[in-house]
């Protein structure tokens, strides 16, 4: 599943494509692609994309008229795409065909003139796309509970959200504690700190959080750099893969020796999920 690094990184090779134009038509091939509480997908034509975002491991397009510098009632000021497993967001040039996993495409027109298409495709089809005004949001529960940004957040708003007994995986895991953590950065920030995925939330005491703050906020800007790590099926919107799937400390290593003591590393199921971590290293 694609997370904060990889949508990051989505959402920077998307603008330049899509920045600027207007939505001249829209396709939806899968009606479960759209999300229950979206505007009808056609109340976004004749709107133009006037930049692209993400929050947490959401990429949000932003719309508007493109006459008029703020949007009038019921017509959507972004759409929100949840690529949650496989989805994709694929520039195309005007006049190419759906493939058989395209859920839903937008016709464009750029800035000069030029159409093109912007594919929604996702073999999984879990992926949802929602046309909201900012109002409508917040009627999305998921929106609604989102967390902070973990590279903004300060190591007292961390702390103030670290409490109870589940496992400091879990936690990192919950999109309403911090935004955009999956099981990729979850395992490597917390190798990074020396924390044992298992340890209760409540046990950490300051230095570690501190340590574990800074450490995810390390890891994450790290993949950013190297636009995010490409795993089964994830690329960018230039359909080029990630390389941080090359620094994995722990992720996928199992049985594999650690890189900082050379211990065994362990593959255990924590939160749910399959967990790697050293237990020599990470106390
Ligand atoms: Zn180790």
Redesign the pocket.
């Known amino acids: 599943m694609p997370e904060l690094p990889e949508v990051e990184t989505v959402a920077r090779t998307l603008a330049p494509h899509v920045n600027g134009s207007r939505i001249t038509g829209v396709e939806v091939l899968r009606a479960s692609a759209v999300h229950p509480l979206s505007l009808p997908p056609a109340t976004l034509a004749g709107l133009v994309i006037a930049g692209v975002r993400r929050r947490g491991k959401l990429i949000l397009l932003d719309v508007a008229p493109a006459d008029k510098p703020r949007n009038p009632g019921g017509v959507p000021s972004l759409v929100a795409v949840h690529l949650r497993m496989t989805g994709r967001l694929l520039p195309r040039p005007a006049g190419t065909a759906p493939g058989p996993y395209t859920r839903w495409l937008l016709d464009l027109e750029k800035p000069d003139g030029t159409p093109q298409r912007l594919f929604f495709d996702d073999t999984r089809a879990f992926g949802t796309v929602f046309a909201a005004t900012p109002g409508l949001l917040q009627q999305w529960e998921f929106w609604r509970g989102l967390g902070p940004e973990p590279l903004e957040l300060t190591p007292d708003g961390f702390d103030r959200r670290l409490s109870g007994r589940r496992a400091i995986k879990a936690a990192l895991l919950d999109q309403r504690v911090v935004a955009g953590i999956g099981n990729i950065y979850a395992d490597e920030a917390l ?1 990074r700190a020396g924390i044992d995925p298992r340890r209760p939330v409540a046990d950490l005491g300051p230095a570690e959080r501190r340590r574990l703050l800074g450490a995810l906020k390390d890891v994450l800007a790290l993949a950013i750099d190297q636009c995010g790590s490409s795993i089964r099926d994830y690329r960018d919107a230039d359909g080029n893969a990630g390389a941080f799937q090359n620094s994995f400390a722990v992720y996928g290593r199992a049985g594999k020796a ?6 065994t ?1 362990s593959g255990r199921r924590v939160a749910g999920r399959a967990t790697v971590f ?5 106390r």
Not at 258 to 263: D, H, I, S
Not at 278 to 282: A, I, S, V, Y
């Open positions: 190798h650690c890189l900082g003591c050379g211990e590393l050293c237990p020599r290293c990470q």
